[in-house]
């Protein structure tokens, strides 16, 4: 009796805790599918991402290996138009053992384009979120795993 009580208590709490959470599925987006006036530069890091109503893919200058890399994301609007007016970051972490909260904060390179520098303290697989503000909107993340040499 008191297990079912317990039980049906912290269902309860959950789905109060869930209900004004959204979710968003994002929608892989190959390179080929920029606009033909936006460009990559450096490498793509897989595939890019749609979450809402954003499209956003995230490169890497060089083949991400331990050490100083340099991020960038590129960052569409619904219409395939670059977003200028975000506040964009990239929170950084191995998928296998967490080093922590490491947030970079990146600098508008123009055209949608936001670079950071980040530092891979090992090789391995790592995910990379991209966290992007914009005034009077919720945030949205966008999370890119990959193998770091």
Same mark, same amino acid.
């Not at 109060?16 to 959204?22: I, K, P, Q, R």
């Not at 987006?29 to 530069?41: E, G, H, M, R, T």
């Not at 964009?88 to 949608?112: E, L, P, R």
């Not at 090789?123 to 040499?149: D, H, L």
């Given at each position: 009796?008191?297990?079912?009580?317990?039980?049906?208590?912290?269902? %309860?709490?959950?789905?109060?805790g869930c209900a004004g959470a959204t979710t968003t599925t994002p929608e892989p987006l190959p390179a080929n599918s920029l606009p033909?006036?936006?460009?990559?530069? *450096?490498?793509?890091?897989?595939? *890019?991402?749609?979450?809402?109503?954003?499209?956003?893919?995230?490169?890497?200058?060089?083949?991400?290996?331990?050490?100083? %890399?340099?991020?960038?994301?590129?960052?569409?609007?619904?219409?395939?138009?670059?977003?200028?007016?975000?506040?964009?970051?990239?929170?950084?972490?191995?998928?296998?053992?967490?080093? *922590?909260?490491?947030?970079?904060?990146?600098?508008?390179?123009?055209?949608?384009?936001? %670079?950071?520098?980040?530092?891979?303290?090992? *090789?391995?697989?790592?995910?990379?979120?991209?966290?992007?503000?914009?005034?009077?909107?919720?945030?949205?993340? %966008?999370?890119?795993?990959?193998?770091?040499?």
């Amino acid at each position: 009796m008191k297990r079912t009580l317990l039980l049906m208590m912290l269902a %309860a709490i959950i789905a109060t805790g869930c209900a004004g959470a959204t979710t968003t599925t994002p929608e892989p987006l190959p390179a080929n599918s920029l606009p033909a006036d936006v460009k990559l530069n *450096g490498t793509a890091l897989g595939n *890019g991402l749609r979450v809402g109503d954003y499209a956003i893919w995230l490169t890497s200058a060089d083949a991400p290996e331990r050490g100083t %890399a340099q991020l960038e994301a590129v960052v569409l609007d619904k219409d395939n138009r670059p977003v200028t007016d975000a506040t964009v970051s990239f929170d950084i972490d191995m998928t296998n053992m967490s080093h *922590g909260k490491n947030v970079i904060k990146t600098t508008a390179a123009g055209d949608g384009h936001y %670079a950071g520098e980040v530092h891979f303290m090992m *090789g391995g697989p790592w995910r990379v979120i991209v966290v992007i503000e914009r005034p009077n909107q919720a945030p949205v993340n %966008a999370r890119f795993n990959f193998n770091v040499k």
